[in-house]
């Protein structure tokens, strides 16, 4: 059974910023994609950022260059780093893990399967 355990949210004024970890057990981590989605409230959940297990990364347009994603496999952790942080940025941000199988043929890849942490609650204010 996959665990994701998230840390490091809290309470920020703008332009401040957070790091949020998220460590995973119970999988390869090595293997999966990584990472973090927000939910504001009355608003559905979205993508912020994610990294494949070769390292390529995607960003949402609204956080390029102010959030980064990295991973750590030794220590089975994912970490986003939130710099100029903006009230708009305030929401439940949450750890993702799904398998990467990029490198199947698209007939032989296995129906994604999501693995979520709990949440952790980022605020920013004015």
């Known amino acids: 059974q996959i665990q994701l355990v998230e840390s490091g949210g809290g309470f920020v004024q703008a332009g401040g910023s957070l790091r949020l970890s998220c460590t995973a057990s119970?999988?390869?981590?090595?293997?999966?994609?990584v990472g973090w989605y927000r939910q504001a409230p009355g608003k559905e959940r979205e993508l912020v950022a994610e990294m494949t297990k070769r390292g390529v990364t995607h960003e949402a347009d609204s956080v390029k260059g102010r959030f980064t994603i990295s991973r750590d496999n030794a220590k089975e952790t994912v970490y986003l780093q939130m710099n100029s942080l903006k009230t708009e940025d305030t929401g439940v941000y949450y750890c993702?893990?799904?398998?990467?199988?990029?490198?199947?043929?698209?007939?032989?890849?296995?129906?994604?399967?999501?693995?979520w942490g709990q949440g952790t609650q980022v605020t920013v204010s004015s």
């Open positions: 993702n893990l799904y398998l990467d199988v990029t490198h199947l043929l698209p007939a032989l890849r296995p129906r994604r399967e999501d693995f």
């Open positions: 119970g999988a390869i981590f090595g293997a999966y994609v």
